[in-house]
């Protein structure tokens, strides 16, 4: 019997939600997102069409919902694992994230697509075209309405990779207060660390269904990495080229300055630019702060044409950074110079390539891992361009330097990997006891 909850979300958090929903709108700018807010309103409906024409009730489903692409790399493996334990099992996968409509669409899912706001009717309505036998959250994005209303249902509840930082708003009133009905309502939560074990059942959990199983983003960046595939730059070599991967505008104002150092005394160095957000306002922005910073016109990776990599190409689209890396002599990691944290340290490091972030990074275990390894330099606050500039040299001049790294890296994450298949045992276990 799933964990059904003695409590429902507050009324405060219902009328907080329905209130919102109406209002975000006049919040958005960037045509990207309005599209995702129109999106999540007509989820309900668009994953009713899907199951009236495909949803089969004879067979289980699993919904899997993971915010963004990060969150999702570690629900991908999870999937693949359950998938090949329970191979008549159907599958659905939610995110709420723009930058993972792309990833989204290539899941082996029957159905993929956003998830609703976290109001009582669109929750309603979407669980009941899906009608899951399991519900996965992933990370820390639960949302309490959905999380509450699918164990009622009579649904197990789980939530995978499970991570709380010491830094999460979610430990702090009043969203705590908001959130521990839903966290209340988990069948299992499958910590990635001990201390996540804690913060878990400060949040809710209960502590004899917290299991720690470790991060099964390892496991999926591991297999990308592994799988090789065709290169995104056809036959260009790891060999002098940075790769800046999911930056921001101040990000890039620093790598850009690094970069006019670095040339000074080696031209032929060569620098990839991936922003996390790749719309046509941020590139134009790249291409303004090379022009201020002296250096030449950055090429749109959708543009190269055959011949000798330019000093700067701009990525102009998404899913394909994790291949980038491997290009790369190091990667330089964004987010570290604003608040939101830093992204993904696991995928070049999967690629054997030393890692660069900013001064912060909320407590990341994942660049933990990497430090401890001696794969990952953080930068201070003080001079980071100049910093980055002797990274750069030093990378370029001795080579031999970032091999060892990025093989450390590579090492770390070996003895990681596993988290995937055991969390896949774990749900089926749940499913069937």
């Given at each position: 019997m799933s964990a059904v909850p003695s409590v429902m979300p507050s009324l405060m958090y219902r009328a907080v939600v329905a209130a919102s929903v109406p209002l975000v709108p006049l919040f958005l700018r960037d045509p990207r997102q309005r599209a995702a807010h129109r999106a999540r309103l007509a989820a309900p409906e668009q994953l009713a069409s899907w199951a009236r024409a495909h949803r089969d009730p004879t067979r289980p489903l699993a919904w899997f919902h993971a915010p963004s692409v990060g969150e999702g790399l570690q629900a991908r493996a999870v999937m693949a694992a359950l998938r090949s334990d329970l191979p008549d099992m159907q599958f659905i996968y939610t995110h709420f994230s723009p930058s993972a409509e792309d990833f989204a669409a290539r899941l082996a899912a029957d159905w993929c697509g956003y998830l609703c706001y976290d109001r009582i009717g669109d929750v309603e309505r979407m669980l009941t075209a899906a009608a899951p036998d399991l519900l996965v959250f992933t990370k820390l994005d639960l949302w309490p309405e959905l999380a509450i209303r699918a164990a009622h249902r009579g649904a197990r509840v789980a939530m995978v990779a499970a991570t709380v930082s010491a830094v999460s708003s979610r430990l702090r009133w009043p969203a705590r207060r908001a959130a521990t009905p839903g966290y209340a309502a988990l069948d299992l939560a499958l910590a990635v660390a001990p201390e996540d074990v804690s913060r878990l059942a400060v949040l809710g959990c209960r502590a004899d269904r917290i299991v720690l199983t470790g991060d099964p983003r390892v496991d999926s960046v591991l297999e990308v990495a592994e799988a090789g595939g065709e290169r995104v730059l056809g036959g260009t070599a790891a060999d002098r080229i940075l790769v800046a991967g999911s930056t921001w505008p101040e990000d890039e104002a620093m790598v850009l300055a690094a970069f006019r150092e670095v040339r000074r005394t080696h031209p032929d160095a060569r620098l990839i630019l991936a922003p996390h957000q790749p719309t046509a306002a941020h590139l134009h922005g790249i291409d303004a702060a090379a022009r201020t910073s002296g250096l030449p016109d950055p090429v749109r990776l959708g543009?190269?044409?055959?011949?000798?990599?330019?000093?700067?190409?701009?990525?102009?689209?998404?899913?394909?950074?994790?291949?980038?890396?491997?290009?790369?002599?190091?990667?330089?990691?964004?987010?570290?110079?604003?608040?939101?944290?830093?992204?993904?340290?696991?995928?070049?490091?999967?690629?054997?390539?030393?890692?660069?972030?900013?001064?912060?990074?909320?407590?990341?275990?994942?660049?933990?891992?990497?430090?401890?390894?001696?794969?990952?330099?953080?930068?201070?606050?003080?001079?980071?361009?100049?910093?980055?500039?002797?990274?750069?040299?030093?990378?370029?001049?001795?080579?031999?330097?970032?091999?060892?790294?990025?093989?450390?890296?590579?090492?770390?994450?070996?003895?990681?990997?596993?988290?995937?298949?055991?969390?896949?045992?774990?749900?089926?276990?749940?499913?069937?006891?």
């Open positions: 543009g190269l044409v055959d011949g000798p990599l330019p000093p700067i190409v701009a990525v102009d689209r998404t899913g394909v950074l994790a291949r980038l890396y491997r290009v790369g002599t190091f990667a330089y990691v964004g987010g570290g110079f604003g608040h939101a944290g830093i992204h993904s340290v696991f995928e070049p490091a999967a690629w054997s390539r030393p890692v660069v972030i900013g001064p912060r990074d909320r407590d990341s275990r994942d660049a933990r891992l990497l430090d401890e390894a001696g794969a990952l330099t953080r930068l201070t606050g003080a001079a980071p361009a100049a910093q980055l500039a002797g990274i750069w040299r030093r990378y370029l001049d001795m080579p031999d330097r970032a091999q060892a790294a990025g093989a450390a890296g590579r090492a770390a994450l070996d003895r990681e990997r596993g988290a995937a298949r055991r969390s896949a045992e774990m749900l089926r276990n749940l499913l069937t006891r």
